[in-house]
């Protein structure tokens, strides 16, 4: 059992040098716009509005960070998340797409306590060309690689597993390698913080 302690906001920026320097190991949420990012870090943190959801595209414009304290076999850990703006939305103007893409490439090259990083697709849509792009930017280098599809409620329940295995194929995942989730109907959350904190140990 894993069990949620604390959460808290801890600040929100869009530049390196002002991001959180205490090194607490850290976890990033990337994902489209609106796959459902924001929405997965507060069922993570057993929270209903520690980080704004909305149905509106491009709702997180900036880095936000969280801690979170975990009790897991009697210990405490403290991890840290970081929700990112999405990637793929056309409707900002384009300026501002490619400074959200620079904000996104500067930290996931550049933070050195970033351990992991959770790419998370949309069980139903399925991988997106944005987000194959994403995970070969990823691959190959640390931070370690999640991939979570989310939003698994919108199948009905007999197509859920078919559906992560023919992600997992069409993304070329090793067995056991994609989490299925869904914030709506709390799916998930011990899968994702047993595979998390088996890569942070
Ligand atoms: N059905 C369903 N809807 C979800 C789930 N998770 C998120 N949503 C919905 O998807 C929309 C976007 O959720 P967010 O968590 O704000 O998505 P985001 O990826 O943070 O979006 P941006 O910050 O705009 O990039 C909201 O309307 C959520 O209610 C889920 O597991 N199931
Ligand atoms: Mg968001």
Redesign the pocket.
């Known amino acids: 059992m894993i069990k949620v302690l604390t959460a808290e906001f801890v600040t929100t920026s869009t530049k390196l040098e002002e991001f959180p320097r205490h090194p607490i190991p850290e976890v990033a949420f990337v ?10 870090i ?2 993570l943190a057993h929270r209903k509005k520690l ?10 414009k900036t880095l936000n960070f969280f801690d979170v304290t975990l009790e897991h076999r009697a210990k405490k850990k403290v991890v840290r998340l970081c ?1 990112l ?2 990637y793929g ?1 056309a409707k900002v103007g384009k300026e501002e797409r490619l400074a959200w893409d620079r904000m996104i490439d500067v930290y996931l090259k550049n933070r050195h306590t970033l351990k992991v990083v959770v790419t ?1 697709i949309d069980a139903e849509v399925g991988p997106t060309p944005d987000d194959v792009e994403m995970l070969d930017f990823l691959q190959d280098k640390p931070p370690r690689i999640l991939v979570v599809a ?5 199948l009905n329940k007999a197509a859920r597993k078919p559906r992560l295995d023919q992600i997992r194929t069409q993304l070329e995942l090793p067995a056991n390698s994609l989490l299925g ?5 709390n799916l998930g959350r011990d899968e994702v913080w047993g595979t998390l904190l088996g890569i942070l140990a």
């Open positions: 994902g489209r716009s609106n796959v459902g990012k924001s929405s997965m507060n069922a980080v704004r959801v909305s149905n509106t595209p491009g709702r997180t929700d703006p999405g939305f998370i989310t939003k698994l409620d919108r989730f869904s914030a709506h109907e």
